[in-house]
């Protein structure tokens, strides 16, 4: 697959035709210089059938040491790609920075573009336009962005280097949970994808945990809380496992959120969305805080899978681990499933152990508990402790079913589903797991009627 590298100065509009080409607002785009600091990638289709990899990069700046690290990691991004977007500002004059960087960039021997932003209207192509030709370059595109103007010659030089790629026919079977007391086995085509969210306050080390399990300078890592804005993810393989990584911006208390970091916070709670995992990531020095408790509700909310990532371990405070143990435990009991691990992401310690971690949690994640051990465990949990009558109405359960992985969702079925306490269902729930292996899954546990479905609210 071709690889479409997007490169320029700061503000000329990358983040803006990442946007376009992605066909969403994946990008945070602002006016405040250096807003995109990470590469990020996204797979794109044009034409229908012609399918590429486009890169988003940071400006080329290096007016500070931080903008210097993000140049950094943007040519380095145009060196793996096959193809390179340079873009430039419209509405000022061509620039002899520029130009060094666009001729540097020409003696890759790519095929490179240079893109001419924010040209509005005829008035600015016929008056301004000719003015960058003086780069040399075979492709030069005057465009607007923001106005989609003049983009199909852009996207036809695209084209002109992308192949189309074979149809391909994916056939999906329709299931229903409840059709009957047997559930259905069905093939889930990405349980070999596992997608996980680095989630935590600022400045507690995710940028350098990305890099330590990647093995390169991936996300940029710097002393300035909240480097990361947009939200970025890397891909690796790793055994038979397609993992997806997602490093999420630092979350402030929201009195504190400044600037361009307010859509920091929206991102990150959409990107939780599409995961699976979340790596939380907690400072040994500075413990748990109320703010760290509420970056772990929205774990809960998302019912995601979780690992808590004790980072800075070589410079942690006074707590020893079993204090910092019954700390975690005590400040985060809705996270009572998550174990955790502590590491050092700046020396390496324990970082090794992570993606093992990982995949044992994602395989109980996505486990599916055949139906008759499943009922075997709830026939034990009741004649243990029966269901609990309610105001001299009989309660009884049926069976049990398992109706949905990632997480392992359990429907029991019951004469009078709406009679079982919820204290009963948090019974159940404790039973299972003392005979199933679930650490850092939450298993979600309806009562239903036979027959009758879930509604959104249960979801």
Known sequence: MKKVAILGRPNVGKSSLFNRLARQRDAITSDVSGTTRDVKKRIVTISGNREFEV???????????????????????????????????????????????????????????????????????DGKLWEFLDFGSENTFGISVSHNREM????????????????????QEEFDPFEDEEIKQIDQIDDKHIKVAIIGR???????????????????????????????DEEMEYGDYKVTFIDTAGIRRRSKILGIEKFALTRTEEMLKQANIVLLTIDAAAGISELDERVAGMIEKHKLACLIVINKWDIKGEKTYEEMEEHIRHKLKFLHYA???????????????LMDEIVKIYDRYTTRIPTSELNDILQEAISRH??????????????????????????????????????????????????????????????????????????
């Open 202 to 232: 600022v400045n507690t080390g995710k940028s350098s945990l990305l890099n330590a399990l990647l093995g390169e300078e991936r996300s940029v890592v710097s002393d300035v809380a909240g480097t990361t804005i947009d939200p970025i």
């Open 55 to 125: 890169i988003d990069t940071g400006g080329i700046d290096y007016t500070s040491d931080l903008f210097s690290k993000v140049a950094e990691l943007s040519l380095k991004a145009a060196a793996s790609a096959d193809m390179i977007v340079y873009m430039v500002d419209g509405k000022t004059l061509p620039d002899d920075e520029d130009k060094k960087l666009f001729y540097s960039l020409q003696k890759q021997g790519k095929p490179i573009a240079l893109v001419v932003n924010k040209i509005d209207n005829d008035k600015e192509r």
């Open 152 to 171: 199909n010659q852009f996207y036809a030089w695209l084209e002109s280097y992308i192949p189309a790629k074979e149809e391909e026919l994916e056939l």
């Open 339 to 353: 174990p955790f691990i502590t590491i050092s992401a700046k020396t390496g310690l324990r970082v090794h152990k």
């Open 386 to 459: 029966h269901v609990p009558s309610h105001n001299g109405a009989v309660v009884r359960i049926k069976f049990a079913v398992q109706y949905e992985t990632k997480p392992p969702k359990i429907a029991i079925i019951a004469n009078r589903p709406h009679m079982v306490h919820f204290s009963y269902i948090r019974y159940l729930a404790n039973f299972f797991r003392s005979k199933i292996d679930f650490t850092g899954v939450p298993l979600d546990i309806v009562a239903r009627k036979r027959g009758e479905r879930l509604d959104e609210d249960d979801e």
